[in-house]
């Protein structure tokens, strides 16, 4: 086991093209991003869109999230019911994508949404407290 703290890097607006790219491909803008977007929406009708940072792990990791400073109202269809920021609910919402997309038929894109899953939840294991997260997603 990596024994290593994760840490989180926010990519700057004009890096973000290229790193989407590097990481995603042309998957980012045609399934990925919109999913993270639909999954948001779904679960909080908080959330009426803005402006979201992106953030890379030092696993190799990605993430991205609203970058708002109100806590959303999330309610998952496993049950769970709970208050989020804006960080908590967009790593809710990438891990829900990124476990979704990791069934699909298109060709890469359920590999590297495998792989971004457990890269993104080593980084949320190593938070203070992933519980809530851990729940919504479970």
């Not at 999330?74 to 891990?95: H, K, P, R, W, Y």
């Not at 080593?122 to 992933?130: A, G, I, S, T």
């Amino acid at each position: 086991m990596n024994s290593s703290i994760i840490a989180r890097e926010l990519v700057p607006e004009h890096f973000r093209t290229g790193v989407t790219a590097k990481l995603f491909g042309i998957h980012f803008p045609l399934y990925l991003e919109p999913s993270i977007f639909q999954l948001t929406s779904n679960l909080s009708s908080d959330y009426n869109g803005g402006y979201w940072n992106f953030y890379q792990l030092s696993n190799n990791g990605f993430y991205m999230a609203p970058a708002a400073d109100e806590l959303f109202k999330v309610e998952a269809e496993n049950g769970f019911s709970g208050l989020m920021t804006g960080d908590e609910l967009g790593i809710t919402a990438c891990l829900y994508a990124f476990s979704h997309l990791s069934f699909s038929k298109i060709n890469g894109l359920s590999d590297i949404c495998g792989v971004h899953f457990h890269l993104l939840r080593e980084y949320l294991l190593q938070q203070d407290n992933p519980g809530k997260i851990l729940r919504a997603i479970d």
